[in-house]
């Protein structure tokens, strides 16, 4: 199954963004591609799709507007980053979806939240509702408040776990690689994209994972990891590149690489 059969066939679709998609050159929000994703997801919902976003750029939000803090190291200033940095990425949100005339909602979320039965049933709760009504969740961990102990990790994981939550039917991890190659296209410029991947244990054989990047958390092997728990679920994945031209609208069509992660039984039919 290809990807613009994956978008086809789904109606409950999860988008994560990394901060490096998310972020400029210099570090700051990139407004306008929120504007141009938020103009793309509001077509998506106008042909009866539903979207929830999975949003990392707190931090890199945060850096932005409080420069001086971006040398200090100690975890009570990143705390204090992320707090502003999330009412700005909020306000980025909010601004590219308003003139759609569609609401956005924050939900910040921890581990623990993933591991409590009543918490997650109010946080399913809360998905659908805001969903039915026609609001866009824009989901991030709360890292204000999280610490080693409590923290879900990297928002490829959340974004994974969120779809579960929700019973998506479909997965996009938008990142700052056109997706899943059989080396580092970083380092090798004979690097190959994977454009299908059926066996996530065969693709942890045949790449080797990249280290983290100065704004994400989450290297290839955090997107591998989100693969597997999606794919247990039944829900299938898309990684690509979050910065290509309309990106979401390009991938829909099939004029945008990416790779595809099948569960097996539609890798079987395909």
């Known amino acids: 199954m290809n990807i613009p059969s994956l ?7 999860v988008l994560k963004f990394g901060s490096n998609t998310l972020a400029t050159g210099n570090g700051k929000i990139n407004a306008p591609l929120l504007e141009k994703f938020a103009e793309q997801a509001a077509a998506l919902i106008r ?16 850096l932005s507007a409080m420069d001086k ?22 306000n980025a949100w909010e601004h590219a ?4 005339g569609i609401h956005i909602a924050q939900i910040l979320l921890t581990r623990d939240d993933f591991g409590d039965t009543t918490r997650t049933l109010n946080m399913r709760n809360t998905l659908f509702t805001l969903v039915d009504e026609g609001i866009v969740p824009i989901i991030n961990e709360n890292d204000t408040v999280s610490v080693e102990e409590i923290k ?4 490829d994981t959340l974004a994974a776990q969120s779809a579960i939550l929700w019973s998506a039917d479909l997965l996009v991890l938008f990142s700052d690689i056109d997706g899943l190659y059989n080396k580092n296209p970083k380092e090798d410029p004979a690097a190959q994209l ?11 054989r045949l790449v080797k ?15 591998l990891e989100a693969a597997e728990r999606a794919l247990s679920y039944g829900i299938p994945m898309i990684l690509a590149h979050g910065c290509r031209e309309r990106a979401l609208e390009a991938l829909a069509a099939g004029t945008q690489p990416g790779t595809a992660f099948l569960v097996h039984q539609e890798a079987r039919g395909s």
Not at 49 to 62: D, E, F, H, N
């Open 7 to 13: 978008f086809a066939k789904a109606r409950k679709i």
């Open 209 to 223: 994972a990249s280290g983290t990047s100065e704004f994400g958390t989450g290297g290839i092997l955090t997107k």
């Open 152 to 155: 879900i990790g990297d928002n």
């Open 194 to 204: 994977v454009a299908e991947v059926r066996d996530i244990a065969e693709a942890r």
């Open 47 to 62: 042909s009866g799709k539903q979207i929830i976003i999975v949003s990392s750029g707190a931090q890199v939000a945060g």
């Open 97 to 100: 979806f308003t003139p759609w």
């Open 69 to 90: 803090w971006a040398r200090k190291k100690d975890i009570h200033y990143r705390q204090a980053l992320c707090a502003v940095g999330q009412v700005k990425l909020m």
